[in-house]
C-alpha cells in the first residue's frame, strides 16, 4: 500500500525539471504552445525538463523564462 508520505517523497525525490514536465502534462499542454505563448525556443524548454540548462542565459533572463514556462503550465510563479 501506498501512503501520502511515501507519494509525497517519490515526488520531492524526482528532479526539478522532471516535476515541471509532470506538471505540463497534467495539465495537457504541449512544449510548442508554451513556446508560443512566451516566445522563448521550445528547445530551451525542452532542455529544462531534462535538467540541462547548460545553454539557457544566465541571471536575470533565465529566472525570467522559467517564471514562463511555469505561468504557463498552471504554477505559481513568485
Same mark, same amino acid.
Given at each position: 500500500m501506498v501512503d501520502g508520505a511515501s507519494v509525497a517523497r517519490l515526488i520531492m525525490n524526482d528532479s526539478f525539471?522532471? +516535476?515541471l514536465r509532470a506538471q505540463r502534462e497534467r495539465? +495537457? %499542454?504541449g512544449l510548442a504552445a %508554451? !513556446?508560443?505563448s512566451t516566445k522563448i525556443n521550445v528547445a530551451?524548454?525542452?532542455a529544462l525538463e531534462r535538467d540541462d540548462v547548460s545553454r539557457w542565459p544566465s541571471g536575470i533572463f533565465r529566472r525570467a523564462f522559467i517564471r514562463a514556462y511555469a505561468e !504557463?503550465?498552471?504554477l505559481d510563479s513568485v
Open positions: 525539471g522532471t +516535476r495539465q +495537457r %499542454i %508554451i !513556446a508560443h530551451l524548454f525542452e !504557463a503550465v498552471g
